[in-house]
């Protein structure tokens, strides 16, 4: 159901492969469901068992991890919350040379390249500053109302 939501999200409808493994009910029901959702119960339900918060070793490789989204957000490209989705988590931040860190300025992400931009946009919420989760919440939210 995860990655179903996550098509939702990010695209407004499922993959092909989802399709197979959801009737046109179960659909209707997670559209339904993440519609009328408050943003933060949604966070928490995606967000669920695929993230760690990660601290770089300076400044110049955390800005190697600005979250893409954070232009379409009107956010600043400098400081706040980096993102990094990659499939096999772990090991992209091992590669980025990211030590775990429960006060961490980055969020590490196991998921789809597909689903970048609302896996982004949820971790921002989440995680980030005050503004940063006013801006992903803004942008969840209009998601949400399109579907």
Excluded: C
């Amino acid at each position: 159901m995860q990655k179903a939501a996550l098509d939702l999200l990010a695209t407004g409808k499922t993959s092909d492969l989802t399709n197979t493994a959801l009737s046109s009910t179960e659909r209707s029901r997670l559209k339904q469901r993440i519609r009328t959702v408050d943003v933060g119960t949604l966070a928490g339900q995606i967000l669920r068992g695929r993230v760690s918060l990660r601290r770089a070793v300076s400044d110049e490789a955390k800005s190697r991890f600005v979250a893409g989204l954070a232009g379409e957000l009107g956010l600043s490209v400098g400081g706040g919350l980096g993102v990094l989705v990659a499939q096999d988590a772990s090991r992209a931040a091992r590669r980025g040379r990211l030590g775990l860190d429960d006060a961490g300025d980055i969020a590490v992400i196991e998921g789809d390249e597909a689903h970048r931009k609302a896996l982004e946009a949820l971790a921002l919420y989440t995680y980030g500053d005050a503004r940063e989760s006013s801006a992903a919440s803004q942008w969840l939210s209009a998601v949400q109302a399109a579907l």
